[in-house]
């Protein structure tokens, strides 16, 4: 069994009234990605910036490759690679002194931080904006030099908030791609999205907290087989007929959830539907079941803040 | 744990290298500002000042000179480069993520700020040797003062960006605070031409032992009295440099 290089034990984090991460008991093994997924305000970034050593909980413990990140928080922060949600470059400097900046936190020697910095340079290909400054480039750049500026230390584990929020298809690919590659080296990931196709693409695990607490955590598709089933039915409903629907679907005891102008039946086939139903084929649309049908399953429709 | 380390060294370079990108933008206003005000003050209000001991009156401000703006530099760099870096660009919140601790961060700001104290104190210095004004080698030691100076003042700056909001609470810190030194530690005016209770206060804020061994060292005249100020000075130094650490790890770390 691989070894859980981060552990965190009932994690507790509050400010003021707010509970912001609710006795949290994580474990990510080594060499996969892990997924945090959660509306806004599920406990995330709060979560995240504890694993990293920015901010202290105020309950639990967090070991990081077997040590206490209370004890050993320079020894922990060395071997990750932060790529953080906020645009933090150092605005005073250049795209390459950014990254040899960061190198020389890392006491990673002048010369060997210049050749990091024009590998990573390269990966994200931003080499042509080397001697740019940070004002001079766009948000997708930025957000692939985030990304370099975290591979400069080779890190053992990245933790990902966010890393693909504004870039465009194509970047994103490219993003994509290469966590898959640092994935293929043995690079464990901790991966925060609210993009449920990117959790899909690169997660072999994910968690979905909601509200500080984490209400469930298996493989993509176990998730989906458990939640939803491998095909989503969506009836279609005019303001006439939807009571009426819903309570035969209730009647019959399926599984649906209402989602406004349609309503999505889970754990079926078309068969049993339109037979409970009768006929509706012209307005019955029947697609495969993605992780976003979990994520809305588990944490409602609602907007939490 | 071990919160404080050689890892400032870091912090300190990263400021270093942005001032040798921009440093002709800043120059003019702690080189160029602090000579004029030598030369006006000193020549034009020396005109009508007699001194009792014969001195001129733009040598008598040259120390004071040199310590208020060695003050200015630390204060300016650790209140609105301070606040800037860790507000406005959440530069702290990118380096912390590494293997610097916050105490870390902090203290190459403040050393950073000693560094620009000592740019200051000693280009001053030059400006008014070549002037003449500067009569005695001790004045050799006052790159050594400004930069211990620089430190002091740098710590009560950076624990006052860290209990602020907002850029225009360095308003209240500058007038409430660092403009009265300037004008009541000695620069101007020896401290016996005011009352016995401006005095008495003069003697407790940070830029009046400052002020009196920068004096002493220009001079190359020393007196038994200056011992106290070097002592208020490391006092005031190591006990602002240690609360500034903690109330900015409060304020970074939430």
Request: glycine content about 6%; overall charge negative; some cysteine.
């Amino acid at each position: 069994m691989a070894m859980a290089v981060i552990v965190t034990e009932h994690v507790t984090k509050k400010f003021k009234d707010l509970v912001a991460v609710d006795d949290v008991s994580l474990e990510i093994e080594e060499g996969e990605c892990f997924g945090l997924l959660g509306p806004n305000g599920a406990g995330k970034t709060s979560l995240i910036r504890m694993i990293t050593a920015v901010s202290p909980p105020a309950g639990g413990t967090i070991r990081v490759m077997g040590k206490d990140l209370k004890m050993y928080p320079r020894q922990v922060k060395a071997v990750l690679g932060v790529v953080p949600q906020i645009d933090n470059l150092d605005i005073d400097l250049t795209v390459m002194q950014n990254l040899t900046t960061f190198a020389r936190y890392f006491s990673i020697p002048k010369d060997e931080a210049y050749r990091r910095s024009m590998e990573v340079l390269d990966i994200f290909q931003l080499e042509d904006k080397r001697n740019s400054h940070i004002r001079e480039l766009s948000g997708g750049m930025k957000r692939r030099l985030l990304l370099a500026r975290g591979l400069i230390n080779r890190p053992k584990i990245m933790i990902l908030d966010e890393p693909s929020i504004g870039l465009d298809p194509q970047a994103r690919h490219l993003v994509w791609r290469k966590l898959g590659e640092l994935k293929a080296q043995g690079v464990t990931q901790l991966l925060c999205t609210q993009n449920m196709e990117e959790a899909a693409t690169l997660c072999d695990r994910v968690t979905i907290m909601h509200l500080g607490k984490v209400l469930t955590q298996d493989s993509p598709q176990a998730l989906i087989a458990r939640y939803v089933g491998s095909e989503v039915l969506e009836v279609e409903v005019n303001s006439e007929d939807r009571d009426r629907i819903i309570e035969q679907l209730t009647g019959c005891e399926f599984d649906f959830m209402d989602a406004g102008d349609t309503i999505q039946v889970f754990h079926t086939n078309g068969e049993e539907l339109t037979r409970e139903l009768g006929d509706c084929t012209e307005r019955l649309e029947k697609r495969p079941a993605t992780l976003e049908d979990v994520f809305f399953r588990l944490t409602g429709r609602t907007l939490v803040e | 744990m071990k919160l404080l380390s050689w890892r400032f060294i870091p912090m300190w370079q990263r400021n270093r290298d942005v001032f040798l990108r921009l440093w002709h933008v800043e120059a003019p206003g702690f080189i160029a500002e602090p000579v004029l005000i030598l030369l006006a003050m000193g020549l034009g209000l020396g005109a009508y000042v007699g001194l009792i001991d014969g001195q001129k009156y733009i040598e008598f401000i040259v120390p004071g000179i040199i310590a208020s703006y060695a003050m200015f530099s630390a204060s300016f760099e650790c209140t609105y480069g301070t606040f800037w870096r860790m507000e406005e660009h959440k530069t702290f919140d990118a380096i912390i993520a590494t293997p610097l601790n916050v105490e870390d961060v902090i203290a190459g700001e403040i050393f950073w700020g000693a560094t620009r104290s000592l740019l200051t104190g000693s280009g001053i210095l030059v400006a008014a040797t070549a002037f003449q004004l500067v009569h005695s080698p001790w004045a050799l030691l006052i790159p050594v003062l400004s930069f211990v100076a620089g430190i002091m003042f740098s710590s009560i700056a950076v624990l006052f960006t860290s209990l602020v909001p907002s850029f225009y609470s360095f308003n209240y810190y500058f007038t409430l605070f660092i403009t009265p030194m300037f004008f009541f530690s000695g620069v101007f005016f020896p401290l016996s031409s005011f009352p016995k209770i401006v005095q008495t206060i003069s003697w407790v804020i940070p830029l009046t032992p400052v002020v009196n061994i920068a004096r002493a060292l220009v001079w190359g005249e020393f007196h038994p009295e200056l011992m106290v100020a070097l002592v208020t000075i490391i006092v005031l130094t190591a006990v602002f440099f240690c609360i500034s650490l903690v109330t900015m790890r409060r304020r970074i770390t939430i």
